[in-house]
Each structure stands twice: as structure tokens, then as C-alpha cells.
């Protein structure tokens, strides 16, 4: 039993690329089927079509796969392996096709550059050790959690609590997502969106919360000022993806 708790234990403390996948692919499965998925066909191609564009022009073969979630909070987020969900809150800062692919495009851009990995493998070298290797329990865990989506994945305990409180709860560096945007900016553009928009849904994003607490979302973003001047740097080089571009949506369709 020791040896197997050993074994078991050097796998989850080094986790591979493989093992991080499968963990966040059987969490992505847990949160679809306890989540309240969107009915919104409208918005659910939207998101459909853009993800679809995006995850292509990324020219990484994962097994992308994406959701709406029926909640007001303003959120979106991608798990190692391509899991992504978008949270029907966030629609209307979006409010166009191009502002759902800057969005879209970031969390993208997490996926190929490996931010949701190393996450986890720092979160694993820190001290939550006995949560992941699954002896969380649903309440402790959820006192744990401050995401909507890590309460939901820690009330059905075990492994699922361990990943969700190492995943939703640990942010991801202010570089990482200053990296994120450079990225995802470039996928929006290359997908045939107009990368100027992306600047407008970052400004409306940071206006609808302003006077109240962060969402989950930006908690660790760039301030405004500063991805508004990051973005406006690094926009000739989009404008010039754009213009490459064999389908040029401009906004694309309004939400």
C-alpha cells in the first residue's frame, strides 16, 4: 500500500502532459454535466463558429472542445488540452463576433503556451498536496474555492475538488496573461477579425466593473491603461495579419 501511495504520489507531484490533460479533460466532463448549459442557439453558434476559427488558426491538434454556461458572471476560461467555456455574462461586453474572438483568443493563447500547465505543476509543487491526490472534501474544498467553478467541481470532492482549487483558484501571472493577449490578439486577427475591437472589449470589460470588485476574470489582467497601451503596440503587426487575412469579418455579427 506504501509503495503504491509513493508511486501514485511521484506521478500527481511530476504530473506529464498526458496526466494533466486527462485531469482536466474528466473535470471539463464534470462541470458540463453539473453546470446549467446556455440554450441561447444564437449565442451558442457564435461561440461555436468563433472558437472554431480560432482553435484552428492556433495550428495546435489538441481535442478543442468549448461551452456556454448559463451564469451572470462575467467569465471565461481554458483548461489544459483545449477545454474552454465562456459564461453567458460575458456576452454582452463582447458584443460583437470580434469581441467574443478577443476573448476567445486569449484563452486560446493560454492553452498553446502551456500557462494552464505550469499552474498546476507550481500549484502541485506548493502545499496542496492531500487535495489532489483526492482527499478534499466537498466542504472543506468549497471553503477553499472562490470561482463559481471551483465551488461546483469541489462539491463532488475527491480528485475533482484536488484539480478545481489547484486550477480555477491559483491565478496565473501577470505576465502570462500580458502573454496571453500578444497571442490571442494575433489568433483574433489571423481568424479575420478586426484586432482594433480588441481594445474596445477590454475598455468595456474594465467599465462594466469599474467601483466593484474584479470579476474572476480579470483578477490578474494588466491594468486598462496598460493592456490598452500593449495592444496599441502590438496592432500593426496584427493589422498586418488581418490584412492577410482571406476572410476579413471586421466586428462580425452583433450580439
Known amino acids: 500500500m506504501l509503495t503504491l501511495f509513493f508511486i501514485t504520489s511521484c506521478a500527481i507531484f511530476n504530473p506529464d502532459e498526458k496526466m494533466i490533460n486527462q485531469m482536466a479533460a474528466e473535470a471539463y466532463e464534470k462541470v458540463k454535466t453539473e453546470a446549467k448549459l446556455s440554450n441561447n442557439l444564437e449565442w451558442k453558434n ?22 456556454l454556461i448559463e451564469s451572470p458572471e462575467v467569465n471565461a476560461w481554458a483548461m489544459p488540452g483545449g477545454k474552454i467555456a465562456v459564461y453567458t455574462g460575458i456576452m454582452p461586453i463582447a458584443k460583437n463576433e470580434a469581441g467574443l474572438a478577443a476573448i476567445l483568443g486569449h484563452e486560446v493563447a493560454h492553452v498553446t503556451l502551456d500557462h494552464g500547465k505550469e499552474r498546476y505543476a507550481q500549484a502541485i509543487r506548493g502545499n496542496v498536496a492531500g487535495l489532489v491526490i483526492g482527499t478534499a472534501t466537498a466542504v472543506g474544498g468549497q471553503l477553499l474555492c472562490k470561482s463559481e467553478s471551483c465551488q461546483l467541481l469541489t462539491g463532488l470532492g475527491g480528485a475533482a475538488a484536488g484539480f478545481a482549487i489547484t486550477f480555477f483558484d491559483r491565478k496565473f501571472s501577470r505576465e502570462a496573461e500580458i502573454e496571453a493577449d500578444k497571442k490571442g490578439l494575433t489568433y483574433m486577427a489571423q481568424s479575420g477579425y478586426e484586432p482594433t475591437e480588441a481594445i474596445a472589449v477590454w475598455s468595456r470589460m474594465h467599465e462594466a466593473t469599474k467601483g466593484a470588485q474584479p470579476p474572476e476574470f480579470l483578477s490578474t489582467h494588466p491594468s486598462p491603461e496598460t493592456r490598452k497601451e500593449n495592444i496599441k503596440g502590438w496592432l500593426p503587426e496584427a493589422q498586418k495579419e488581418y490584412s492577410q487575412s482571406p476572410n476579413q469579418l471586421g466586428s462580425g455579427q452583433s450580439i
Do not use: N, T
Not at 461555436?48 to 478543442?64: C, L, M, P
Open 46 to 67: 457564435m461561440v461555436d463558429r468563433v472558437a472554431r476559427k480560432i482553435a484552428e488558426e492556433s495550428g495546435q491538434d489538441h481535442e478543442w472542445e468549448w461551452m
